[in-house]
């Protein structure tokens, strides 16, 4: 039985509309003091817009909050951090350009008695702040000479500086390696020995098990029920909570027979701009058949983004190395190369790199292609238009025509049209870079799906990623990419989680 | 309800022209004449021009403050080179220019700066506004070298039918503007090129990894501004019968003007070339309207500006999530 008095933070009858849209609806929420609180929910389920009623940033709602059993109302997100409520966002905030003791401050800084910035005392009160996260980073680094995995580490630095009663975390792992994650955990444990309640969010479940201690399924705004003992539960269970359906066969994958190797690369190489010596990837050698499906699976700074752009044409002057397309050699100077030799690259960040928001999903399906919709000189809207409700259709894209602005899709259709956009020319080598990222388990299966489906129609694939789980389910060998060198190659039969993670921490 | 706020949108420097027109033809008996019309066209004709080129430029997040400059330098060789030709004296040789040669040579100047302008952006990576600036300071010192600080003047009747002369009851320059603006709407709509101008701008990464040529398409923009700023160079240059050493000044302010009223972001992706004629529109009847009512030229500037600035709010008000 849970002690009334064990939670900090309620949520009361708690709605928020935009418009006609009800983004929650009579959300009842409890945060447990000392324990990880874990929201689970698909994308659009309203995770985030609770979180930013709780921070602060929106002040405006029907219902009520209760910090220590008194209500609360929260006017700015620096009002909320005073009142003891502190938040990790899951897009860094910081300053590249201002050091870890400027970001930390950011907007509270400290004064002398003559009115200006006692910077002596923000070092000094900023070591402090790293030290008691184990990190012994100077304070006065720039931001942008930092790693991504330190970057969050500031920011999580940021967010414990005025003892905060309630952190909230909103996929802090998300850009940070597993070593990285490890250290993180580590301080939850501490925070949560200091009675600091955590109210946690991820997508990624396997992490999920080893953190929480209580899960919330938040689901099309509403609250539909809670797993307080979190460590007995079972991922069935969990998905259940999330999704209120089971997911039938979490994703099994197809075999699909291989034909003639499609793609080889050897010695490819690309040094760092200012140490050439030094190298961001290095002899990388390795071939795929039509067919197959090649996971790449490394952790930040291994080089796996890099690799990739080497391969289609982003590192012209700076690459060294061959690459084959069909046996024969090709040379890649340019993307213009990469996708007239029968490449097509997925990329990470769909919304920076994939697609142009403004445009509709036509546009935006026949970037790649555009000589295909041209009839007498000019662009034909019909064979344009035909083109992406083809896509729509095979992608199975929820959308509500094709002249839908793809900015206003959610992060699983925008992918499919992202992946609309390089079907449409006919790739012999798609490569997919973090294919799921962001994206909710549902659309990560259907994505797995067009994966294999696209295996079957003879692409060769190669998938980078960092979660391993995924690596491991739809790859049918997997490379291990380390510090710039292929550390293994299992098959599907030899991959198990320990051998390589060994491998990718070499 | 979105549908109809939507139309309005599109619609919104239309309406805001008509009212402006009833009210100034409520305000003046003046104003709704052909005369007065062919007026507003003709004088307008010029910044229009301009401005296609301008519109093709912010659409790829980019800017030319160079066009004043250029049209000024342009329409000085044109003239000078129409007028007394190149000689050189030790080879004993000289080199007349027809009408048609010497504009086909101030074409080629407007396009080799506009050139010069893309090599500076795309191969050096010089921000557009530092790129063009200088090229602004640069082409008014050519202008200045080249005309001695002194007008060039009486280029006779075959070459002011540019400016001056009427086809078929509309004025030359309506004529050139109005080709040139139907050229422009049919590439921005419906050409490969005017496509991958607004990928561009809308976002230059992505379109990059979807296999556009950035730097081919971005030489190709700031070339047509400089050919088009050219143009206008020689229909002002055949209305006055002169070539200034000082014309073109603050036209790219005028420009930047026409382009931000029609509706293009200067965030780039989204605009077009009829909205920029829209904006041009309603800066010259706004123009003739005051003149009409007799108000101080000081006047028209400040107004211009409080317009300049209503368009833009009412644009940020209608795409509150842009950069």
Redesign the interface.
């Known amino acids: 039985m849970e002690n009334q008095q064990n939670f900090i933070l309620r949520a009361v009858n708690v709605t928020k509309k935009f418009g006609s849209v009800t983004a929650l609806e009579d959300v009842n929420l409890d945060v447990h003091v000392g324990k990880v609180n874990v929201i689970v929910g698909e994308n659009g389920a309203g995770k985030s817009t609770l979180m930013k009623i709780l921070s602060g940033v929106y002040p405006e709602y029907e219902g009520k909050l209760l910090l220590n059993n008194e209500e609360v109302t929260f006017s700015n997100p620096k009002d909320a951090m005073q009142k003891g409520i502190a938040i990790i966002h899951q897009e860094l905030n910081l300053i590249p350009y201002l050091n870890i003791t400027e970001n930390i401050f950011l907007g509270r800084e400290i004064h002398n008695s003559f009115g200006f910035l006692d910077s002596e005392e923000m070092n000094r009160r900023a070591k402090e702040q790293l030290n008691r996260l184990n990190c012994n980073l100077n304070p006065k680094t720039l931001i942008s000479d930092l790693r991504v995995g330190e970057q969050q580490l500031v920011e999580i630095a940021k967010a414990i500086l005025e003892d905060a009663k309630v952190v909230i975390m909103d996929e802090p792992t998300s850009a940070i390696s597993d070593t990285e994650v490890e250290s993180l955990f580590k301080i939850i444990d501490s925070l949560k020995k200091q009675n600091v309640a955590i109210l946690y969010i991820s997508h990624k479940l396997d992490e999920l098990f080893k953190i929480a201690d209580r899960f919330i399924g938040l689901r099309d705004g509403k609250i539909v029920g809670s797993i307080e003992n979190a460590k007995d539960a079972k991922k069935d269970d969990l998905i259940k909570l999330m999704v209120g359906r089971d997911i039938k066969g979490f994703y099994e994958k197809e075999t699909v027979p291989f034909g003639e190797e499609v793609l080889r690369v050897e010695n490819i190489s690309l040094p760092k701009i200012d140490h050439k010596s030094s190298f961001i990837i290095k002899d990388i050698n390795f071939s795929v058949r039509k067919g197959e499906v090649l996971g790449v699976f490394g952790l930040m700074g291994a080089g796996r983004t890099e690799l990739l752009e080497t391969l289609?044409g982003l590192h012209p002057t700076l690459m060294t190395g061959n690459i084959f397309i069909e046996n024969k050699p090709v040379k890649i100077n340019?993307?213009?190369d990469?996708?007239k030799n029968g490449m097509g690259?997925v990329?990470e960040d769909r919304k920076?790199?994939?697609?142009?928001?403004?445009?509709d999903i036509s546009?935006n399906v026949s970037?790649?292609s555009?000589?295909n919709v041209?009839k007498n000189?000019?662009?034909n809207s019909t064979l344009e238009d035909s083109l992406s409700v083809k896509y729509i259709d095979s992608l199975k894209i929820k959308a509500s025509s094709e002249k839908q602005l793809s900015?206003n899709l959610s992060g699983g259709n925008q992918q499919k049209v992202v992946l609309a956009?390089w079907l449409a020319t006919t790739p012999k080598v798609l490569f997919l870079d973090e294919p799921t990222r962001g994206i909710d388990v549902n659309a990560k299966n259907e994505i797995y799906h067009v994966i294999n489906s696209l295996a079957k129609q003879g692409l060769g694939i190669i998938v980078v990623s960092s979660e391993l789980p995924e690596i491991m389910a739809i790859s049918d060998r997997i490379l291990t990419l380390s510090n710039s060198k292929i550390t293994g190659e299992f098959t599907q039969a030899e991959a198990n989680e320990e051998d390589i993670m060994k491998a990718a921490i070499k | 309800m979105a549908d109809i706020k939507n139309t309005v949108v599109k619609f919104q420097s239309i309406i805001a022209l008509l009212a402006l027109c009833i009210v100034l033809t409520i305000m003046s008996d003046k104003f709704f004449t052909m005369e007065n019309g062919w007026n507003i066209m003709r004088q307008i004709s010029i910044n229009v021009c301009i401005s296609i080129g301008m519109t093709l430029v912010i659409l790829t997040k980019g800017i030319d403050l160079s066009v004043g400059s250029v049209l000024a330098f342009t329409s000085a060789v044109v003239a000078g080179l129409f007028k007394y030709g190149i000689e050189v004296h030790q080879l004993d040789v000289y080199i007349g220019f027809t009408v048609f040669g010497a504009i086909l040579t101030g074409l080629i100047i407007g396009c080799i700066l506009g050139i010069f302008n893309g090599w500076m952006i795309t191969r050096f990576k010089v921000p557009p506004f530092v790129a063009t600036l200088a090229m602004l300071t640069i082409a008014r010192g050519a202008t200045m070298l080249w005309t001695g600080g002194l007008p060039i003047t009486g280029l006779g009747e075959n070459f002011n039918f540019i400016g001056t002369g009427w086809f078929l009851g509309i004025p030359m320059p309506v004529w050139i503007t109005s080709i040139l603006v139907a050229v422009a709407v049919i590439i921005t709509k419906k050409t490969q090129f005017g496509r991958h101008i607004y990928a561009i701008g809308g976002n230059e990464s992505a379109a990059k990894l979807s296999g556009i040529n950035i730097n081919k398409i971005k030489f190709y923009v700031y070339a047509i501004a400089g050919v088009l700023a050219a143009v206008g160079g020689i229909i002002l240059t055949s209305r006055l019968d002169s070539a200034q050493p000082n014309a073109g000044m603050s036209y790219e302010l005028d420009s930047i003007a026409a382009v931000v009223i029609g509706g293009t972001s200067l965030s780039g992706g989204r605009g077009s070339i009829m909205g920029t004629v829209q904006g041009a529109l309603i800066i010259g009847v706004l123009n003739s309207g005051l003149v009409l009512l007799n108000v101080s030229p000081f006047w028209q500037q400040i107004i211009k500006g409080l317009v300049i600035l209503l368009a833009v709010i009412m644009d940020r008000l209608n795409h509150p999530n842009e950069d």
């Open positions: 289609f340019s993307v213009m990469a996708i690259l990329p920076a790199d994939g697609l142009v928001l403004q445009m546009k970037m790649a555009v000589k041209i000189f000019f662009l900015g956009k």
